[in-house]
Structures are given as structure tokens and as C-alpha cells.
């Protein structure tokens, strides 16, 4: 597969070209933003871990029958995925209060939601990604009534397994952001919705069970350091890294380097 050129760099990550049509790369980079850009930092080794973590979360909706982009994983920052046109929506999902939930609606930070909530926002850094009803969805056609039926069924799909998922490794989902996108057949057509983008520990708000310590992003956001460690540790929940690692993919300082289980 060769790769060839930049189609799009957002924060985190770089989409480029392939000699196949329907398929792109996705380079995982280092690069860590907050608050719309307003705070950035490198985070050296981020990438390469969102990339695993991503790959495995991927690979296990897709075998409990949800539809993904992922293809394959193809280097320590690389994956091979299916290239389609994506909804100019986050979807999140929250289960526990925290975050803009709390700062918007004073619903206290911890309250366990009675049922999921689903959220819509517009993807538009401008505007910082205002949340949005479903009726503006419709309004403004960036989804039509019968794709966002599909979506919210598979997204609640998607909590629910990774809900599952996570609470066998002692970690408590809180909240998580998703994208959908639009894939192409052979007449051309657009047809199949998959999940798109990513999920790590970038896009979630994962807390461990028992001290609800933070082992998300939410580490960057709110300067509480350690954030490759805990990246780190959600990997070696997931069974993703062995407990000894001894490669310098990166400079951690302190931290223990990255090496991954062969697959
Ligand atoms: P909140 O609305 O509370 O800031 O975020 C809710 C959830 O969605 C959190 O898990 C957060 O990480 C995720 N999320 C919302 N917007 C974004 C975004 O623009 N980028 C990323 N990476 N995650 C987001």
C-alpha cells in the first residue's frame, strides 16, 4: 500500500492518500490540544499508544457486529482505513456527569446518569463545537432523520460493549465523543455508515473503578501530569502491553518506554 498525500492534518492526526480510492492512512501524531487549540503540547508517545488502543477498541466493536472504518493497523503511528465523507457531528455519549455536562447544566460532577445521554455537537472549531438538537441536524441536512436513527442505535451498541469492555479492567467509562462517516460502494454511491476517527483515551473520559483516578486526557486538560502513564496503564488493562517493556520508541524521562504484544 503506498502512501501518498496529505489529504487533511487536524490536531491529532494526519489523513493521506492511498493508490486505492476508497482507502486512506491515518497517522496517530503526538501532538496534544484543549479548550480549542488554546492549550498545546507534545506528548511524546501519545500517538503511538491511540493508535493501539484505537486499533484494539476497533477491532472488538467490529466483531461484536458494529461497522468501522479500521482495516489495519499498519506501523507503530499508522492504520489502514476505509476513506469516507464524515458527519460534521460529534456524537457523545455520558454516563456519568463531568466535563460540560456539569459546567452547562450544574448536574453535580459523579452523578450516574439513570440512562445513557446522547449529545450532538457541531464539528466547527470557530465556534467550539456547540451543541446542537437533532432538529438542526435535520435543518441544515448534515444527517437525515433516517441516518441518525441508525447512528444513535449503534452508538448506544457501542457504550454498551465498551461499558462492558472497560468494567472487566477495573475502569469506569464516564463519557466518550464518536464520529460516523459515509463509505462508497462500487457504483460510486454512498451507502454504508461506519465508525470513524478514533476512541482512546483521547476521545473518552475513562476513571479507574476504585479511586476514579483520571486515565484520559483529562490528565492534559487539567495539568494533573502522568498523562503517558496513564495511557500506558489503560494499554496494559486492555492486554495490550506486557507488563515489562523495555524499547525506546520514546522518551519518557522516567516513564516506562512502549513495546506491544505481537498480535
Ligand atoms: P465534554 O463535552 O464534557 O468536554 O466532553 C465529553 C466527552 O467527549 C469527553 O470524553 C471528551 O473527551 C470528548 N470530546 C468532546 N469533544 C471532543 C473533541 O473535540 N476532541 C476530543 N478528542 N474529545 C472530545
Not at 454516563?95 to 459546567?103: E, F, H, P, V
Request: hydrophobic share 35%.
Amino acid at each position: 500500500m503506498n502512501k501518498g498525500n496529505k489529504l487533511y492534518e487536524g490536531k491529532a492526526k494526519i489523513i493521506y492518500e492511498t493508490n486505492d480510492k476508497n482507502l486512506v492512512i491515518q497517522h496517530f501524531k503526538d501532538d496534544a490540544t484543549a479548550f480549542n487549540n488554546l492549550k498545546k503540547a507534545k506528548v511524546e508517545g501519545k500517538g503511538v499508544l491511540n493508535n493501539r488502543i484505537s486499533e484494539f477498541i476497533l477491532t472488538n466493536l467490529s466483531q461484536s457486529g458494529i461497522k468501522t472504518h479500521f482495516i489495519k493497523r499498519l506501523n507503530m503511528r499508522e492504520q489502514l482505513i476505509k476513506k469516507a465523507e464524515i458527519f460534521p457531528i460529534e456524537f457523545i455519549v455520558r454516563n456519568i456527569s463531568t466535563g460540560s455536562l456539569t459546567k452547562r447544566l450544574g448536574i453535580p460532577e459523579g452523578t450516574v446518569l439513570e440512562t445513557p445521554l446522547l449529545e450532538y455537537c457541531y464539528k466547527k472549531d470557530e465556534l467550539n463545537d456547540p451543541l446542537i438538537s437533532r432538529e438542526h441536524i435535520y435543518s441544515f441536512g448534515w444527517a437525515t432523520e433516517n441516518e441518525i436513527k441508525t447512528i444513535d442505535i449503534m452508538t448506544l451498541r457501542i457504550n454498551d460493549i465498551l461499558t462492558g469492555m472497560f468494567r472487566a479492567v477495573g475502569i469506569k467509562l464516564v463519557d466518550f465523543k464518536i464520529e460516523y462517516g459515509k463509505t462508497w460502494n462500487k457504483d460510486r454511491e454512498k451507502n454504508e455508515i461506519v465508525l470513524a476517527d478514533e476512541i482512546s483515551p483521547d476521545t473518552c473520559r475513562l476513571w479507574d473503578a476504585k479511586t476514579e483516578k483520571k486515565l484520559d486526557k483529562d490528565r492534559f486538560r487539567k495539568d494533573l501530569g502522568n498523562i503517558i502513564q496513564a495511557y500506558q496503564e489503560v494499554a496494559r488493562r486492555l492486554g495490550i502491553m506486557p507488563e515489562e517493556t523495555n524499547i525506546s520508541e520514546v522518551n519518557f524521562g522516567k516513564t516506562i518506554p512502549i513495546k506491544f504484544k505481537k498480535k
